[in-house]
């Protein structure tokens, strides 16, 4: 009789532990889900606004923005911003009498410009933790506002598929039915909104 009170305890035990289990990481998935995306998101970001001021540099110097990263990245790693060097007043009379005012023109590379010398520029095309070689979609082009006046426009797009890759599906499902887009973007192609993110 005492060997099979014993017995039913031990079980009892067991399916306790066993709830317990399933409670805790019932609670746990959604909250460790949160704090992986929030990670995850603040990298992305982190590249969408690498590749905002990749773009904004190359419209500076060819007045449109880029709708390729080959040219994008080339521009970054191999182009140069003319900048404006002077020493000296205009204000300044006598400098400028006595031919002390100099103005002239420098070139400065991009890269060095924009981004640290460590800084991996051929990586700017690729989505963080998605599965590899899975690329931002990228485009640039022009729209008319409602006072007819020409914008020049890009976007660059990231799923939450491919940021959340290899975590719980379930969620992430439930996480795209709660966005406009599903996923993280700057810029937009259809309207002007000074090159937002959507997270902003």
């Not at 399933?22 to 909250?31: A, D, H, R, S």
């Not at 520029?121 to 070689?133: K, N, T």
Request: charged share 20%.
């Amino acid at each position: 009789m005492k060997a099979a009170r014993y017995i039913i305890q031990l079980l009892l035990l067991v399916i306790i532990v066993a709830l317990s289990y399933f409670i805790y990481t019932g609670v746990m998935k959604p909250i460790n889900f949160d704090k992986e995306q929030v990670v995850r998101y603040d990298k992305v970001i982190q590249r969408l606004k690498d590749i905002r001021s990749a773009q904004v540099a190359y419209r500076s110097v060819y007045g449109k923005y880029s709708g390729s990263f080959d040219t994008l990245i080339t521009f970054v790693e191999l182009d140069s911003f003319p900048v404006l060097y002077a020493e000296g007043s205009l204000d300044d009379s006598l400098a400028v009498s006595k031919n002390l005012v100099i103005r002239d023109t420098i070139y400065v590379l991009v890269r060095d410009s924009i981004f640290p010398s460590t800084y991996p520029i051929d990586s700017l095309r690729y989505v963080p933790f998605a599965p590899s070689g899975t690329q931002f979609e990228i485009g640039a082009g022009t729209i008319m506002t409602a006072s007819k006046v020409e914008v020049h426009v890009f976007v660059a797009t990231a799923l939450n598929f491919d940021i959340l890759n290899g975590m719980d599906r379930q969620l992430i499902v439930n996480l795209n039915d709660l966005k406009d887009f599903p996923g993280l973007k700057v810029g937009d192609l259809e309207e002007a909104n000074n090159n937002a993110g959507n997270w902003e």
